[in-house]
């Protein structure tokens, strides 16, 4: 064999996955198992057991059925394995380069309508023509799209995965199936030595028609089609690096069961204060690691996490004036310098002085904007620091523990509380929002050409989040 231990088809129902194993088995040294991780049966429907697993024993230990299949003796064991099959064996065969990849895949439209054509006339599996059940299907665009969506993203956590690992994967198209040699070779790839002269005919195509004659609204399948995004044209670019949950950051009030996901560069000292005077002034849990987080949540079974969020403009301009213009402890200066000699931000080479009027503050703060279109797209050798990452990528870093249950706007976080109040059965004290210092300063600099460039850097967080322009408030 040729090093691997193992193999798995990755593939969707109706893509001629049945086909394939049949062809694979015929070859003396691999053995496929069928759908050994189905959640329903182990291998087949009819069957009970495989290599003295039946479903009890496999739900048991999986890890222990999956190390079955990779100690068999004379044989290479593998089987086929569906993104809705038990998800606890998924990691150990991604991340296990002795397992050979087998990757099939079909035009997602043909196995949509094959699908749909096996539940209707329940028959999954065809060997004698004669037996053939045809069904013309309504072809629904909304269920096409979920279908298709969620295709997509197997394919592409397979791919992502594969690759960060430094794996490869043997790819075979349902269109490649018919063809002996491409078989003869993925029998190659996975190490076996002989040849098949010709493919197990046992199992037949089921519904070999054009789509037109198998869908009875096609006109519409066909219009449904055309309006897909197939280039994913309409999608925003981002070049920004992916986030972890930034634990160390979350804030517990120790007077209510409330949990705050600070989003950093958005002000938020009200938002703590208030968190602070809970409970006759209980003050705040921070500090908080994974573990003394779940503990937090262990003990306060009735909770409810929050986050803020700011308007693109001033949160940039906070981070701007917080950490950009001022000098001292906690600010950025390697970063402001190059922003002075490399990116043209008229930044003061010191602190602010007098000279420093609101001219001059529009210009650096306008300059700092562009820089950040620039650092946001990935074109730029300067880190991309929280205090002015998307906001959109913040919140997908907390959905690496998990996402916050509300997601507030500064402007209107009173309302907001209230809701959270009534979630957690509790009268809470009213909260009372304060300006940022910075805010008067803002406004005295904000035009039209700001809110352009504000818009051209955060273009993903005004279309996630639809941001108006800036008006003092959050959207």
């Not at 925003?236 to 009030?253: D, K, L, M, Q, W």
């Not at 003990?299 to 001022?326: D, E, Q, W």
Request: charged share 25%; with cysteine.
């Amino acid at each position: 064999m040729a090093g691997f231990d193992y193999f798995v088809i990755f593939a969707e129902m109706r893509t001629g996955s049945n086909f394939l194993e049949a062809n694979l088995n015929a070859f003396s040294g691999l053995r496929c198992h069928g759908e050994a991780f189905n959640p329903h049966f182990v291998g087949y429907p009819n069957a009970t057991e495989i290599l003295g697993f039946d479903l009890g024993l496999r739900e048991a230990d999986p890890h222990q059925f999956l190390g079955a299949i990779k100690s068999e003796d004379s044989v290479l064991g593998g089987f086929r394995y569906f993104r809705d099959h038990d998800p606890r064996v998924l990691d150990a065969i991604l991340d296990n380069p002795r397992c050979a990849k087998v990757i099939l895949t079909r035009n997602p439209a043909e196995s949509y309508v094959s699908w749909k054509i096996a539940r209707e006339t329940g028959q999954w599996k065809l060997t004698k023509a004669k037996h053939a059940k045809s069904e013309r299907i309504s072809f629904k665009a909304a269920e096409f799209e979920t279908f298709l969506a969620e295709l997509q993203d197997f394919q592409v956590l397979l791919l992502n995965r594969l690759q960060r690992s430094g794996q490869t994967a043997f790819y075979i198209d349902y269109e490649d199936l018919q063809d002996a040699e491409v078989i003869n070779g993925l029998a190659a790839w996975l190490g076996a030595e002989e040849r098949i002269e010709g493919l197990d005919r046992e199992l037949k195509k089921q519904n070999p028609e054009p789509l037109e004659h198998k869908v009875s609204n096609f006109e519409d399948m066909d219009k449904a089609l055309a309006a897909l995004d197939r280039f994913n044209l309409s999608r925003t670019p981002n070049f920004e690096p992916r986030r972890g949950p930034a634990i160390p950051s979350y804030v517990a009030s120790k007077g209510a069961p409330l949990l705050y996901l600070p989003l950093k560069g958005t002000k938020d000292e009200d938002v703590r204060g208030w968190l602070a005077s809970l409970g006759g002034g209980a003050g705040l849990e921070e500090g908080l690691t994974q573990k003394t987080l779940r503990q937090w949540l262990r003990k306060t079974p009735v909770h409810r996490s929050f986050t803020v969020l700011g308007h693109p403009v001033a949160r940039a301009h906070s981070a701007f004036c917080s950490y950009i213009l001022a000098v001292g402890p906690g600010t950025f200066g390697e970063i402001r310098e190059s922003l002075r000699k490399h990116f043209a931000v008229p930044l003061p080479k010191g602190a602010p002085d007098d000279t420093y009027d609101a001219a001059a503050h529009r210009a650096a703060f306008l300059a700092f904007l562009k820089f950040l279109k620039a650092n946001l797209g990935g074109q730029t050798g300067i880190r991309v620091d929280p205090s002015w990452a998307t906001q959109s990528a913040l919140i997908q870093g907390f959905a690496g523990f998990g996402s916050p249950d509300v997601i507030l706007r500064r402007g209107r976080v009173a309302d907001g509380i209230g809701f959270l109040a009534g979630e957690i059965g509790l009268d809470l004290e009213p909260f009372s929002e304060v300006a940022s210092p910075e805010e008067a300063r803002l406004r005295s600099i904000y035009d039209d050409e700001i809110e352009a460039a504000a818009r051209a850097a955060y273009h993903r967080d005004y279309v996630g989040f639809g941001f108006g322009d800036w008006d003092g408030q959050a959207a």
